[in-house]
């Protein structure tokens, strides 16, 4: 697994080469702070005579650990600006993240929703989202949680019926990409499922509970970002305080599953003056009795946006 603490400065600021002298040194910088925290040798030169380029290896990762106390799989760094410990999650390597992207024909939650809509929907579903394809559940899908900074954090996998679209419950058909490839220690930090979307300043959100909600939803009502908590306990200020810079310049509804809304809502007052979020109690409504329990919007809709979702 690649460790992505530093990264090469992509700012426009150049140093004097270690080699050549030439100032058209770019030094590696921590990926949270911004700041030079490494020997000024580690860096690339961009001038192309010279070729200098001294690399993080793991080595270098490890003995910055060590020396500023922080235990393995759990990053800690200090927020001088804000003056807290923040924990920084690990990432899977990009290798993984991009040789899941294809396979689509063994994948049945992908055939469910090519047999449900048009191919030039699901398609582009499939790229805003990143759906993948594993081995694992004989072509489990992927939801892979790529951060508003474009790093994977990691991925859930689940087993679907082709036909139904529904998911595959028996032996509990579900894990994760990072216990998967076994990587050992890893600190993953969940982030919303969708959440790299928010780079493209969205002026209306849509919140559910699952992967596969955010998706159809985004195929019935395109002009919808439409994220997932992946989960209904994760309906929490921690998950959802990325949302926050958006109060002011986005409708933020959540959508929470049938039997949810007191929970959902009774959240969303507890941090409503940091983040304002809408709880839709549509579900709820008597002329959905017929609905049973646990059913979400996606199930409710049956390919139709109701005008009172919009």
Not at 8 to 30: G, I, M
Not at 165 to 178: L, M, N, P, S
Request: some cysteine.
């Amino acid at each position: 697994m690649t460790d992505y603490i530093f990264i090469l400065d992509k700012t426009s600021k150049k140093h004097q080469c270690p080699e050549c002298q030439c100032k058209s040194f770019v030094r590696y910088v921590h990926r949270d702070t911004n700041e030079y925290e490494l020997p000024y040798e580690y860096g690339r030169c961009d001038k192309d005579k010279c070729g200098y380029f001294v690399k993080v290896s793991r080595e270098v990762i490890k003995d910055y650990k060590q020396q500023n106390n922080i235990k393995p799989g759990i990053q800690s760094i200090m927020k001088k600006q804000e003056g807290y410990f923040d924990l920084i999650p690990d990432f899977i390597d990009p290798d993984d993240f991009t040789n899941s992207l294809q396979g689509y024909e063994n994948n049945p939650l992908v055939k469910f929703l090519y047999n449900s809509f048009e191919t030039h929907k699901v398609d582009q579903a499939i790229n805003t989202y990143n759906i993948g394809t594993s081995k694992k559940y004989n072509g489990g899908t992927v939801f892979w949680q790529v951060c508003k900074a474009g790093f994977v954090r990691s991925g859930s996998i689940m087993a679907y019926d082709y036909k139904t679209g529904k998911r595959i419950k028996e032996d509990w058909a579900v894990t994760y990409v990072h216990r998967v490839l076994k990587l050992k220690a890893f600190s993953y930090g969940r982030c919303l499922y969708g959440e790299h979307l928010l780079a493209n300043n969205p002026k209306s959100i849509g919140i559910v509970e699952s992967e596969k909600t955010a998706i159809i939803m985004s195929i019935i009502s395109p002009d919808v970002t439409w994220l997932a908590t992946s989960g209904k306990v994760n309906f929490k200020y921690q998950l959802l305080s990325t949302l926050k810079p958006f109060t002011s310049k986005a409708k933020i509804i959540a959508y929470p599953d049938k039997g949810c809304y007191d929970v959902w809502n009774n959240e969303a007052d507890k941090f409503k003056n940091d983040i304002e979020i809408k709880v839709s109690s549509i579900l709820e409504g008597e002329e959905y009795n017929e609905l049973e329990m646990g059913a979400d919007i996606a199930d409710l809709v049956q390919f139709q946006l109701p005008d009172n979702c919009q």
